[in-house]
């Protein structure tokens, strides 16, 4: 296992915020991406991809510590030119594309804590997810504490020609059912229930909910709701090329 520490300077944890939550960010970036070589440092508009969320981190209030969680030093070198805080490099077994999640978070917490660095929550901060809304992190913090929910993730509306009581599914003999078990379709758009699906931008969840559940939405989950115009998830080329030109117009 390779294990990589550095000292941290204090000026990388800000102050507590009013609202005394401490939040860890974490940003995943392992190397070996298949899809888009080396696509967490891949320039996106000038800029590393990983650094467009390090930057979105830091400017947040609410954030207490934005760390990045890599296996690479040159990853790691990166992440550090650009704000966050990189005080390992992750172990071999949680460096794979078959890695979860969940085990990469509870490893930078147990590693945080060994530190004498606890937190009430972590929010996961995807890079292949760059574009969010200014302001939306701190939103997101506020409706998560606000609710006293388990965990918090941003969402996209569903568009209703793919809404779930829309959606049939396939069972014996050739047949199919209504996804949501309905007897009956609902027959106009104007009727259908709102229906969201995760953009991959936010997580956020109580740290205890991470370490004792080993589950990043227990069993109280709310949501912000993002512009979809913002929405792009890299991980192929063709995906590469949408972020550039949504960039665009987003900086336009």
Same mark, same amino acid.
């Given at each position: 296992?390779?294990?990589?520490?550095?000292?941290?300077?204090?000026?990388?944890?800000?102050?507590?915020?009013?609202?005394?939550?401490?939040?860890?960010?974490?940003?995943?970036?392992?190397? $070996?991406?298949? $899809?888009?070589?080396?696509?967490? #440092?891949? *320039?996106? +508009?000038?800029?590393?991809?990983?650094?467009?969320?390090? =930057?979105? +981190? /830091?400017?947040?209030?609410?954030?207490?510590?934005?760390?990045?969680?890599?296996?690479?030093?040159?990853?790691?070198?990166?992440?550090?030119?650009?704000?966050?805080?990189?005080?390992?490099? !992750?172990?071999? %077994?949680?460096?794979?594309?078959?890695?979860?999640?969940?085990?990469? /978070? #509870? %490893?930078?917490?147990?590693?945080?804590?060994?530190? $004498?660095?606890?937190? =009430?929550?972590?929010?996961? *901060?995807?890079?292949?997810?760059?574009?969010? @809304?200014?302001?939306?992190?701190?939103?997101?913090?506020?409706?998560? @504490?606000?609710?006293?929910?388990?965990?918090?993730?941003?969402?996209?509306?569903?568009? %209703?020609?793919?809404?779930?009581?829309?959606?049939?599914?396939?069972?014996?003999? $050739?047949?199919?059912? #209504?996804?949501?078990?309905?007897?009956?379709?609902?027959?106009? !758009? @104007?009727?259908?229930?709102?229906?969201?699906?995760?953009?991959?931008? #936010?997580?956020?969840?109580?740290?205890?909910?991470?370490?004792?559940?080993?589950?990043?939405?227990?069993?109280?989950?709310?949501?912000?709701?993002?512009?979809?115009?913002?929405?792009?998830?890299?991980?192929?080329?063709?995906?590469? @090329?949408?972020?550039?030109?949504?960039?665009?117009?987003?900086? +336009?």
């Amino acid at each position: 296992m390779l294990i990589y520490c550095t000292h941290y300077r204090l000026n990388f944890i800000k102050p507590l915020p009013t609202n005394n939550l401490k939040v860890l960010a974490i940003i995943p970036a392992r190397s $070996g991406s298949k $899809g888009v070589k080396d696509k967490n #440092i891949r *320039l996106l +508009a000038g800029k590393p991809l990983l650094a467009h969320s390090i =930057d979105a +981190a /830091v400017e947040s209030e609410l954030i207490t510590t934005t760390l990045v969680s890599t296996d690479s030093e040159v990853y790691a070198d990166i992440a550090k030119q650009h704000g966050a805080l990189v005080p390992f490099l !992750r172990p071999e %077994h949680l460096s794979t594309d078959q890695a979860a999640s969940i085990d990469v /978070v #509870i %490893h930078a917490l147990e590693f945080m804590a060994e530190q $004498g660095e606890h937190f =009430d929550a972590i929010c996961i *901060l995807q890079p292949t997810t760059p574009f969010r @809304q200014k302001g939306s992190i701190d939103a997101a913090i506020n409706k998560f @504490q606000s609710t006293g929910a388990d965990a918090l993730i941003s969402v996209v509306p569903v568009p %209703h020609e793919f809404n779930p009581h829309w959606i049939f599914e396939p069972i014996d003999d $050739g047949l199919l059912k #209504i996804a949501t078990g309905e007897k009956e379709i609902i027959k106009r !758009r @104007q009727e259908l229930p709102p229906a969201f699906m995760r953009d991959g931008s #936010i997580y956020i969840t109580k740290a205890s909910v991470v370490l004792e559940k080993k589950s990043l939405y227990g069993d109280k989950l709310t949501y912000l709701l993002n512009n979809p115009d913002y929405r792009v998830n890299i991980d192929t080329e063709n995906d590469w @090329q949408l972020a550039e030109s949504k960039i665009k117009l987003l900086n +336009a």
